[in-house]
């Protein structure tokens, strides 16, 4: 055997051990029930460190409440090039046992699925990160650049323990140029992989508080200025508004490849936003039948509580309502809020804005990164057939903390069927799944990102 095809056949790993590893260690994690609140990451979190120290490989807890640990551990690169992070949140959404079919916390494989809750999101990223510092320690790979691992708490709306500790606090540990955490993953259509998401930017939540005033009376005899009536009146002309198009590198390159891929019809839709004739009624078809493509394409608004009165007689002199709005990346706040105030069309009524994030928001990773590009082509090998597309999630991740820095965040995930999540086995759902061979590809596609975007040549 020649010295390089020992040196090559050294560091492929052996999957089928490699995989069952893989397994021992994700069950182990879901078993872990750390529902947030109260979170509890503890003992996942010493499991971690456990592991990754056993390895020989460097790892720090960091805590501001004991209870709720980070856990971070380090590479060592030749410093030729800045760190890559592999991140992922140990903590997870609650659950209501009695609707699950198996205990949410047992890890059960039934006919090729893992059950349990964090499956998907997201002890899915954490286990297959861990597994890749354990091979890239094990099979001794010279690396480029340090490759930090953060398995974080409080993601799950309690960030003051997780990222934004780690971002304030403890900055130097974890920073990075770029990083992979959720966000993200492969779309199986018909139980074929037909789509690589990656979680490029997202939009920002801020809340938005209506309030409305009007002279209180008995309800016997109804006033002119019911303050109920008003809100309810600017409720309705919120929902009427359609927001301003608007447009980014990633929703322009997602639209175009999701049209690549989907049926013609539904393709030239997706086209036809692009025509200034023919957008405004697309996007009302948008609204009615594809409401997440909708929101991508604009700060949306949703109404999600309202609040007022507190007895049949009375007519209160108060009323409120809240919005959750979701503004997109560059949006002039300002100017939304204006706006919006003017669609209120009722001065009596205040317009409150509540920013629910302390962090700036960065702009979107760039599509044109060599992270990118090995992202697009580890997709090929691994899942080919499908497509890679960079995405905006609606909804707030974690790595909105690391952009704001400026570090290059993706986001992936492993493959799911798109018709699994109506069925009702999605993340968060009461049957969160996955398919047990997707986690061992999962960390295939992992290795193979981690190893060509790291290793020294
Ligand atoms: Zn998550």
Redesign the pocket.
Known sequence: MTLLLALLLASVPDWNAVNAELLRHFQALVRFDTSDPPGHEAEAAEYLRKVLADAGIPVEVIAIDPKRPNVVARLKGNGQKRPLLLMG?TDVVGVQPEKWKVPPFSATVQDGYIYGRGTL??KDNVATALMTMLLLKRLNVPLARDVIFLAEAG??GSMQYGIAHMVEKHWPLIEAEYCLA?GGGIRRHNGRADRMLVGTTEKNPTAVKLVAKGTAGHGSAPLPDNALNKLAAAITRLAAWRTPLKWNDTTRTYFEKLAMISPPEQAARYHGLLDPAKSAEIQDYLRQHEPMHYSMLRTSVAATMIQGGYRVNIIPSEAEAVFDVRTMPGENVDAFFESMRKVVNDPSIEVIHTPRRNVPIGAPSRLDTPLYRILEETQKRIYPGAVTMPVMSTGG?DKAYLQARGVQCYGIGPATDDEDGAKGFG?HSDQERILEHELYRFLKFNWEVATAFAAAR
């Open positions: 949140h999101d997201d993601e799950e959720e991740t993340a």
